[in-house]
């Protein structure tokens, strides 16, 4: 009989959760709060972490921020994020000039680091020095706020100005992201310090931070432990100690749950949610996500250049079927390329449902009478049942004379596929991090984006994007909002899928989970009823 590693990591983990390993044990008075990963990280570093779910989760515990949106508990012991509000953190308080290309921020001057260093403006430059130097996630997110090395302006040592690139009315935004992590200079020097264009594979590693929390061990693949900080300036966590449980099986993750194991168990698959909600000793909590699914069509290759041929794709997609039966109702349907739930966003211009009939004459009316054939990639687990919805999509095309081949790749390979803008046809999740559109819009539609994998290069859209960019006024930019709607439509450049709900489960003593829009896990509010 053959069993294959995987198997036999998910008994090792699961032996060690059930008893064998002491540090899973709960500390006296339910101090100890144990979630549950499905994944490893990848890096605690703010400078180089992306489309990694327990990576930020750490990071969000190990480092605070200039601002932060205003986080508001809620009736039902959750914590609700206003995206609408920027309140402070390290900075306690800013001004900006009139158009908001100059910004001067005061910090407080309580903060320290883990290594007892104060928290200063030197160390907010060295930071963003240092991003912008990595030439990675958290610089693409400094370019996005304008802020350069030459603009960076240390005036004492708790006041720094920002002078920008331009106009930036979203920086207050840009700044509270999980990649502008503010870090020790004297750590990060004292460990290989700032190499441009490389990863510092210690600071990946370790902690360099100032948060409400500490890293106090790593074991790759099985768990990640902090513990309070004692020192830290602000309100402390009411968790004394936190475990991040790497636990790949969703089978064992919930088993684990149920029998107390586990506090929290992240991102429940979506056949699950209906099981683990009758749990007596558990509960479910349900959040609407901003998330996007959809899929890109590239305009530069044939035959998904031909405006006729999109559309009817986009009338052969299931969204009913798909949202119903492959995702178990567990999310809503995509109807604009502005998120639903983000500012801005109408659902005013979407009328699509599927209509093979339309989708078969439109594909007559562009030439392909008798059909057409395309390969259908998709990364491995890069986005949650997208095999499932493949499938599904794939037989419904065969009933108008396409033939879809669908081609799984590893998840690194499909990634470098999409990084060279060549790829036809793919499937896209994207988050936003900050909820107003044009973060969206700039990432997916401009032309001068790394995100943009199907090398949309559209004038209009271009100069709408720049022309929102410098607007101070929001009401202005979300009626122009409308406009970037209303064209991606009509030209049908996506096919809308959904927009997952996302559920996590839980023991029912757990108070404080926050819903943030971000679709990251917070930890900081979290506690024990």
């Known amino acids: ?24 044990t709960p500390a006296k008075g339910q101090d100890t709060l144990r979630v549950a990963f499905i994944t490893d990280a990848r890096t605690f ?9 327990t990576g930020y989760a750490a990071i969000g ?29 390290l900075a306690e308080r800013w001004e900006h000039n009139a158009d908001m290309s100059e910004w001067t921020f005061h910090l407080r001057k309580d903060a320290r680091f883990h290594s007892g260093n104060p928290v200063t403006a030197q160390a907010v430059k060295y930071t963003f020095t240092r991003y912008r130097k990595t030439k990675l996630a958290a610089n693409t997110v400094l370019w996005l706020a304008k802020i350069t090395e030459k603009g960076m302006e240390v005036l004492d040592d708790h006041t720094i100005r920002f002078k920008l690139e331009g106009p930036n009315p979203l920086l207050l935004d840009y700044l509270q992201m999980l990649n502008l992590g503010i870090q020790d200079p004297k750590v990060v020097e004292a460990h290989g310090g700032v190499v441009e264009r490389k990863i510092n594979e210690w ?3 370790n902690d360099c931070g100032s948060g409400p929390f500490r890293l106090v061990s790593y074991k790759p693949g099985a768990e990640i432990v902090f513990e309070r900080f004692e020192d830290y300036w602000g309100p402390k966590p009411k968790i004394r100690k936190v475990i991040y449980q790497i636990i790949p099986e969703e089978s064992t993750r919930a088993m684990l749950l149920e029998r107390g194991k586990t506090d929290i168990m992240w991102w429940i698959p979506a056949k699950d949610y209906s099981m683990l909600s009758k749990k007596k000793n558990l509960k479910v909590i349900a959040r609407p996500t901003i998330k996007i699914n959809y899929i890109d069509m590239n305009r530069n290759n ?21 949202i119903e039966d492959v995702l178990y109702g567990r999310a809503i349907q995509m109807t604009s390329p502005a998120s639903e739930g983000s500012p801005g966003h109408t659902s005013e211009f ?69 990084k060279s803008g060549k790829v036809p046809i793919f499937m896209v999740a994207w988050t936003s991090f900050v909820t107003d559109p044009w973060y969206q819009f700039g990432f997916l539609l401009g032309s001068k984006s790394f995100c943009n994998y199907s090398r949309i290069n559209d004038p209009q859209l271009d100069a709408w994007i720049q022309q929102a960019s410098t607007m101070v006024d929001k009401q202005q930019r979300y009626a122009l909002a409308r406009k970037v709607q209303k064209y991606v439509i009509d030209n049908d450049l996506w096919i809308f899928m959904f927009q997952p709900i996302a559920d996590t489960a839980m023991n029912k003593k757990v108070q404080g989970f926050c819903l943030n829009p971000d679709d990251q896990f917070h930890v900081r509010t979290i506690y024990f009823k």
């Open 1 to 24: 009989m053959r069993f294959s590693m995987k198997f036999f990591v998910s008994v090792l983990v699961l032996a060690l959760l059930m008893g064998m390993g002491a540090a899973v």
């Open 45 to 53: 570093d703010p400078a180089t972490a992306t489309r990694d779910y």
């Open 61 to 89: 515990a190990i480092y605070d921020f200039l601002v932060q949106y205003q986080r508001v508990p809620q009736p039902d012991g959750t914590v609700k994020v206003d995206t609408t509000k920027v309140v402070p953190m």
């Open 203 to 205: 600071v990946a590693r």
């Open 302 to 322: 044939p035959p998904f250049n031909n405006p006729l041929v999109r559309k009817a794709l986009t009338y052969s997609f299931p969204y009913r079927a798909v």
């Open 350 to 418: 979407f009328h699509y449902k599927q209509d093979l009939q339309k989708a078969r004459e439109l594909l007559a009316k562009a030439g392909y009478k008798e059909g057409l054939s395309f390969t259908f990639q998709i990364g491995e687990g890069r986005i949650p049942n997208n095999k499932e919805v493949a499938v599904t999509w794939q037989a419904e095309l065969a009933k108008i004379g396409v033939k879809m081949d669908i081609d799984v790749l590893p998840q690194a390979v499909f990634l470098d596929k999409l």
